[in-house]
């Protein structure tokens, strides 16, 4: 099976085997210099220099933790799809104090929007999602940037889930204090590691902060890491450990990142122009994903049976997330995913639907 879906994405066979690499001790000389070289490598991918920390969970596990420990007066949640309320019920579900703003699906993010929100005095964190996956939509995330820049007290965190690795993100030129990831999407790694970058602004918060939990405790994850050699409070998935650090090699030194970016981009430029010419893109123009294109039904076609058609021939794209089951379909273009893959899976659909070449 093909995967075009946005995560889990097919790993490479070498990246593979370096899950089954015989474990050590998670106290050693060895797991320090692991760890070490993990997050030299991510603060490159990152374009940051603030520390690197790891969760043994999904991304979602970070993000929780991001609100949680974070935030004092109020979180402003702003959501342009499902990713983006899941930011919203993690709040509420921790008791903290939380507003969601939502727009449309399609519409982005507007630093405009997030000025007023600021402007309320009302909030001290902000969150906002990359890479929408629902809907295909990506925010201005340096342009937010710049706007809560103006405001010193609010922690800017970003849902980079979809996004990070495949997509330049300018960690420290965006300003964003706490930045998640996880390694099943642009990363190109089985699922269960949650990454983040976290300010020291963020820490300093999170250390005002009462009732941060234990396993998801920034500040505890943050204090192992800078005072105990690199280490975690618990034990870390080693193997997503063995099979990150060579995998980043991979993309560092091999493919390089500029390239990575750019073949990103001329997937999405493939997909985009299939989309336009038989059906629609969901994100309004200029704000369209580089990772994963969300397409408008716009014909009215039985997606359900498309994707199980495909399926049948060993190529697994996305129906609708949620509300837009069925109203849109998805195509990832992720990870490790060539111009040739995706001509294949679009000459497919072309001939399942009875499209002219
Ligand atoms: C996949 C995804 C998530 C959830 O990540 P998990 O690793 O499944 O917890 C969050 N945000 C976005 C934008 C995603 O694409």
Redesign the pocket.
Known sequence: MKLFI??PVDVAEDVLQKMATPMISHRGKDVTKLQKSISEKLQKVFFTQNTILLSTS???GL?EAAVRCCTSKGAAVFSVGA?GD?WGKMAKSNGVPVDVFKVEPGIPTLPENVDKVLATGKYDLVTV?H???STGVMNPVREIGDVIKKYPDVIYCV?T??SMGGIKIGVDECGIDICVT?T??CLGLP?GL?ICSISEKAVERAKTIKNRGLYFDLVELYTFVKEKDFQYPSTPSLPHMFALDYQLTKILEIEGLENRFKRHEQLAIRVREWADTYFKVLAKEGYQSLTVTTIENTRGIDVGTLVKSLEADGFLIGNGYGDLKDKTFRIAHMAERTIDEIDDLLTRINKKLGFKL
Request: aromatic fraction near 4%; charged fraction near 20%; glycine fraction near 10%.
């Open positions: 946005p995560g999904s991304g979602s993000m990713f899941r999602t890479n929408e996956t849902d889930v979809s996880s099943q999407k699922p949650s």
